[in-house]
């Protein structure tokens, strides 16, 4: 399908403004035309002609909420064609809005317009609901920001909500789901696409967007060394390179523990690729990992450690978590030496409160803590764990964990990301759950959603803006 197309619809709005006979040089505008775009409820494309070459933006806001609220359009180029797309738009709301031109000579505004936002449609409806009985405990930091969440099912849905629960910006795409997604540093939300028939968090296909929904980057499984199935993450450690988990296959005679001459073993690794597929950097578990020295690899053969999350460390290594071993490894972006394991059978020494049984979404906080979601299969209750990790002396500390309460527990999935010094959003994918919860472990707000999500990534409201 075609990720690039924007859909106008005129029609629906049945509004088209022509400025006819002006005084000369009062307004360089000829006609303004309002509709959908990418059929999109959610952002507004306002195309206009100028009688001579301008910059153009637009500045809008509800008009329930006065002039002092308005927002601003990115500025369109030097030219007589302009294509403007409003963000943050709420349904079923009353907006005014006035174009904004310069011409080199001058600046004109022109007079105010107004358009009524329609309701979403049904299938986007009641998609989430939130419960707080006490605003003044929720961090101000929360309420301005959002939290990005993806259906995995097709049709695939990237979703913004905000701590009310409203949806506040989607982006859907047909055939296919967004089986993991991710917001950047540039303002773009980069995800991992895949069919039904795929396991439920592989795909085949990258999709990088703007906010304004336009795509960046689009790659499929067969393009230049993009020749493997990809699964549960993807990141960006430059504007052009995409990092991402990749499945990983090795033949391998297992006769001597009771297996076949010809085994396959399903392994994961990491893999870097520029913009246009071109592979930068590739490194396997096979690369350092002896699967005979596993003593349940014909157990686990069909998906050895099961790769969950990767991220960098602040030194720019890799941090990759692993469900099915436990563990959790620092490994050399340059080298592919694995620098240190922490969990179960690893090389960290561990203080005795520090144990976890399953990770995801390991990553550095804030902080420059470890930080990870533990499923905690052996307990039967889930965790947020922070470590403090020292790579000279192989230790790693416990520096904080939230329990959160049993009627969350989450076996498979899950996140936890710090909100501030005293909250955590934690995702419990299996409830279809996203919980703000304190040190203690006190929910203070819960989001239900129709979906099981398998990530929750907080956006704090000054990196993300909607226009």
Request: glycine share 2%; aromatic share 12%; hydrophobic share 35%.
């Given at each position: 399908m075609d990720y690039k197309s924007a859909i106008y619809w005129c029609l629906i709005f049945s509004m088209v403004l022509f400025m006819g006979c002006v005084e000369k040089d009062a307004n360089i505008i000829d006609t303004?035309?309002?509709?959908?775009?990418?059929?999109?409820?959610?952002?507004i494309q306002i195309d206009i002609a100028t009688a001579k070459e301008a910059t153009v933006f637009v500045e809008y806001w509800p008009e329930d909420k006065k002039e002092k609220h308005k927002i601003i359009?990115?500025?369109?180029?030097?030219?007589?064609k302009h294509m403007l797309?409003?963000?943050?738009?709420?349904?079923?709301?009353?907006?005014?809005?006035?174009?904004?031109?310069?011409?080199?000579?001058?600046?004109?505004?022109?007079?105010?317009?107004?358009?009524?936002?329609?309701?979403?449609?049904?299938?986007?409806?009641?998609?989430?609901?939130?419960?707080?009985t006490q605003a003044e405990l929720i961090p101000d930091r929360f309420k301005e920001g959002y939290i990005l969440l993806s259906k995995r099912e097709t049709p695939g849905v990237a979703y913004l909500i905000d701590y009310n629960g409203n949806l506040r910006w989607y982006h859907s795409v047909d055939g296919v789901g967004f089986k993991v997604s991710r917001f950047t540093e540039e303002q773009n939300i980069i995800s991992i696409l895949g069919k039904n028939d795929e396991p439920t968090s592989y795909g085949s296909e990258i999709l990088e967007i703007n906010l304004a929904g336009d795509t960046l980057v689009h790659l499929q499984k067969g393009q230049e060394d993009f020749k493997y199935t990809i699964?549960?993450?993807?990141?960006?450690?430059?504007?052009n390179e995409l990092v991402t988990i990749f499945v990983d296959e090795k033949v391998m005679d297992l006769r001597s523990i009771g297996g076949k001459e010809k085994d396959t073993i399903v392994g994961d690794g990491i893999l870097i690729l520029d913009k246009k597929?071109?592979?930068?950097?590739?490194?396997?578990?096979?690369?350092?990992?002896?699967?005979?020295?596993?003593?349940?690899?014909?157990?686990?053969?069909?998906?050895?450690?099961?790769?969950?999350?990767?991220?960098?460390d602040t030194d720019g290594n890799f941090i990759i978590s692993f469900y099915n071993n436990g563990q959790i490894w620092k490994v050399d972006s340059k080298s592919g030496e694995v620098i240190w394991k922490l969990g179960k059978g690893g090389t960290l020494k561990m203080s005795s409160d520090a144990n976890f049984s399953q990770a995801h979404a390991a990553h550095i906080n804030q902080k420059g803590e470890l930080m990870f979601f533990d499923n905690g299969v052996e307990v039967k209750q889930s965790s947020v764990f922070r470590m403090d990790i020292d790579d000279k002396e192989k230790t790693a500390h416990l520096k904080g964990q939230v329990k959160l309460p049993l009627g969350i527990y989450n076996e498979r999935m899950g996140s936890a990301y710090m909100v501030d010094d005293e909250t955590v959003l934690a995702c419990a994918s299996k409830r279809h759950s996203t919980v703000l919860v304190n040190s203690k472990g006190d929910i203070l707000w819960t989001l239900v959603s129709n979906i099981p999500p398998y990530r929750a990534q907080f956006i704090p409201g000054e990196k993300l803006k909607l226009n």
């Open positions: 303004i035309n309002i509709g959908l775009h990418a059929n999109n409820r959610l952002k359009t990115p500025i369109s180029t030097y030219g007589l797309v409003l963000s943050n738009i709420v349904p079923l709301t009353n907006y005014t809005f006035q174009v904004v031109t310069s011409d080199n000579v001058s600046k004109k505004t022109s007079k105010p317009y107004h358009f009524k936002s329609q309701q979403l449609p049904s299938w986007l409806q009641n998609q989430f609901k939130a419960n707080y699964h549960h993450e993807i990141i960006k450690k430059s504007p597929g071109k592979e930068i950097w590739k490194w396997s578990v096979f690369d350092t990992e002896d699967p005979l020295k596993d003593i349940n690899i014909l157990e686990n053969k069909k998906d050895w450690v099961h790769a969950n999350s990767l991220n960098y």
